[in-house]
């Protein structure tokens, strides 16, 4: 087999590996969310522990992406490709660290009474995680037209943070006991909002990718 060959499967390895850790990423917001809205400890404690298994895997990608590098003269698209593994690998462990953000937050609140029903908090989540699923999907295939549309999601995102945000003003100005668990539901959306920031990311790596031009979707 050829080193070239040999090269290209290697790629393809890293391109499996950034989705398998997308995957842990995308059930960790899953599993966090579900933590809050059923109170339940266990499963907060799981995602804390899982935090592990995604900061091991952005470790091996790193190490092999360097390797990588080192295996012989990348082509200018390669090292590119290479560039933007390390990138998205690195969003992804901070998407996972604002699950176990939200973890936290659901052993904080467990003996509490929530004073709402949580609702626009699963809504803004799944909206997250599909942009996560399909993000990655666009790099792979090098999607610019459903690059550019996910980022647009992102808009749908912030206008659910200002809208809880408001919901949680009023509901602290109403009664100042409800004070810190509403301003830990805010911490929640916050995180989300973080979250959807970093796959805004991943889009403008798989411009970069395609196009080799840098572009801020975030503005």
Known sequence: MSARKTFQMELDKLYNDILRMGSIVEKQIQLCINSLEQQDVDLADKVIENDDRVDKLMRDIEEKSIKLIAMQQPLATDLRFIFTCINI????????????????????????????????????????????????????????QKAYEISKRDDVIDEIYKNIFSEMLEIMSR????????????????????????????????????????VDLNE
């Open 89 to 144: 690998v690195t969003d992804l462990e901070r998407m996972a660290d604002h699950a176990v953000d939200i973890a936290k937050i659901t052993k904080r609140l467990k003996n509490e009474v929530y004073i709402k029903e949580l609702i626009e908090i699963p809504k803004m989540a799944k909206i997250v995680s599909e942009m996560i699923k399909d993000a990655l999907d666009s790099y792979v295939n090098r999607d610019l």
């Open 175 to 214: 009664d100042k006991t409800k004070i810190e668990q509403a301003t830990q539901f805010l911490f929640v959306c916050k995180f989300l909002e973080r979250i959807a920031d970093h796959v805004t990311n991943i889009c403008e790596w798989t411009i970069y990718i395609v196009t080799g031009e840098q």
